[in-house]
């Protein structure tokens, strides 16, 4: 099923149907937690990290959690441009 498919009412939203839970595993599988930590600067990622604390932390900190949301948004417009061309 596509983003598309999940999210009729709001198809110019990139992030409707998709969980923060989601975004961070996504982001974690693709990046790593060394390489997520240097592109996002903040403590969650690169002292002692995990999932949990990672969304404990991100869904108290919108400024935290509006960065990573920005990078994910990338990351899916990035890959796009890939496979299309």
Same mark, same amino acid.
């Given at each position: 099923?596509?983003?598309?498919? *999940? &999210?009729?009412?709001?198809? %110019?939203?990139?992030?409707?149907?998709?969980?923060?839970?989601? @975004? *961070? %595993?996504?982001?974690?599988?693709?990046?790593?937690?060394?390489? *997520? &930590?240097?592109?996002?600067? @903040?403590?969650?990622?690169? %002292? %002692?990290? &995990?999932?949990?604390? &990672?969304?404990?932390? *991100?869904?108290?900190?919108?400024?935290?959690?509006?960065?990573?949301?920005?990078?994910?948004?990338?990351?899916?417009?990035?890959?796009?441009?890939?496979?299309?061309?």
């Amino acid at each position: 099923m596509t983003h598309q498919e *999940l &999210s009729p009412t709001q198809p %110019n939203n990139p992030l409707h149907g998709i969980t923060l839970e989601m @975004i *961070l %595993n996504e982001l974690v599988e693709r990046y790593g937690w060394d390489e *997520l &930590s240097q592109k996002i600067r @903040i403590r969650c990622f690169a %002292n %002692n990290p &995990s999932i949990t604390s &990672s969304l404990t932390f *991100l869904r108290r900190t919108p400024w935290a959690r509006e960065k990573v949301e920005r990078l994910y948004v990338f990351y899916k417009w990035k890959l796009s441009k890939k496979t299309k061309g």
